[in-house]
């Protein structure tokens, strides 16, 4: 038992301390305490108070990380529907783990195992299946899902610096919520008008802000499957819904993607807003991805 406890600070650095076949579809509750944490973290909220600026700052991130997940670890990782370097390729995935929602290799293999097996008994985050509570959150913190099949993403399981980003994926978390600590303190210090300090910045930048960041794209695994329309017929349940849509980018044009998940672009009408690829369109501009894919004019006409 002793043995079990001292394993456990290196089981939250260290993926591979984790044994690879940890057994049934159970929560394995020691990996889940920096999950429940940094949601009970949240009410510190009523001590820290707030700023516009902390504020702000709360609402940036939150921008940023979602489109970090919807546009590099969903679009580019798990569907390749666009190109770009390595190097960009490497802050793709940095930005994504800042996120808090493990590695793009663990990411991308899971996300191309649903879409293999979306609503079958075998899908891991179907809430058809397995309920709202498993799909929005469950399935990943549990011991059946802790690892990932390398032969599902070989394609970017190539790249060294992406395993080691997956294997240590809590490194990027810790030093991005120990940044906005020291931001947070030289703020007090050089600009005092603006009424924050470090302890602030981290409830509201890192706390605040990735507990919203979590249950807006985990909405996507739960509510895009339950709730909303279905112009396309496809084999699961996957739905179009513009208030998940605007929450989380455009990923709630969720049938449009189950019909073609090929598509950078989500939002196939011109109504359907779809923020993640209008940033994608920036970044185009900018040359730091190219070869948007495009659903074709007939799938449009369909729909």
């Known amino acids: ?4 406890i001292f394993q456990l600070p290196l089981r939250w650095i260290d993926n591979k301390a984790t044994p690879e076949h940890l057994g049934p579809n159970k929560i394995d509750w020691s990996r889940i305490i920096p999950f429940i944490g940094i949601h009970v973290a949240c009410l510190a909220v009523f001590f820290v108070g707030y700023s516009k600026f902390a504020l702000g700052l709360a609402l940036f991130l939150y921008a940023l990380r ?3 997940i919807t546009a590099f670890y969903h679009r580019y990782f798990s569907h390749k529907t666009f190109q770009t370097n390595r190097f960009w390729q490497f802050i793709f995935a940095v930005l994504g783990l800042t996120a808090i929602q493990r590695g793009p290799l663990w990411w991308a293999s899971h996300h191309r195992e649903h879409h293999m ?3 079958q008994e075998a899908d891991p985050h179907s809430p058809v ?3 709202f509570l498993w799909s929005h959150f469950g399935w990943f913190l549990s011991k059946k899902y802790f690892h990932h099949d390398p032969k599902r993403i070989q394609d970017f399981n190539r790249y060294p610096e992406l395993r ?7 490194i990027v978390p810790i030093v991005f919520g120990i940044g906005l600590y020291a931001l947070g303190e030289y703020l007090r210090v050089a600009h005092p008008a603006l009424g924050t300090n470090g302890l602030q910045l981290f409830i509201w930048g890192f706390c605040i802000s990735t507990v919203c960041v979590f249950h807006a794209t985990f909405t996507i695994n ?3 499957h339950c709730f909303g329309k279905k112009p396309f017929k496809t084999s699961d349940n996957s739905r179009n819904n513009i208030f998940l849509a605007l929450l989380s980018f455009g990923e709630g044009w969720h049938n449009n993607h189950h019909h073609y998940p090929a598509s950078a672009r989500q939002g196939f009408k011109w109504w359907q807003i779809d923020i993640t690829y209008y940033l994608l369109l920036g970044l185009e501009k900018l040359r730091i991805i190219k070869d948007l894919r495009q659903p074709p004019a007939s799938l449009l006409r369909e729909g």
């Open 117 to 119: 097996v979306s609503d």
């Open 66 to 68: 979602v489109f970090s």
């Open 1 to 4: 038992m002793l043995s079990y």
């Open 164 to 170: 080691f980003l997956d294997r240590f994926d809590v």
């Open 222 to 224: 739960s509510l895009s």
């Open 129 to 131: 299946q397995h309920g």
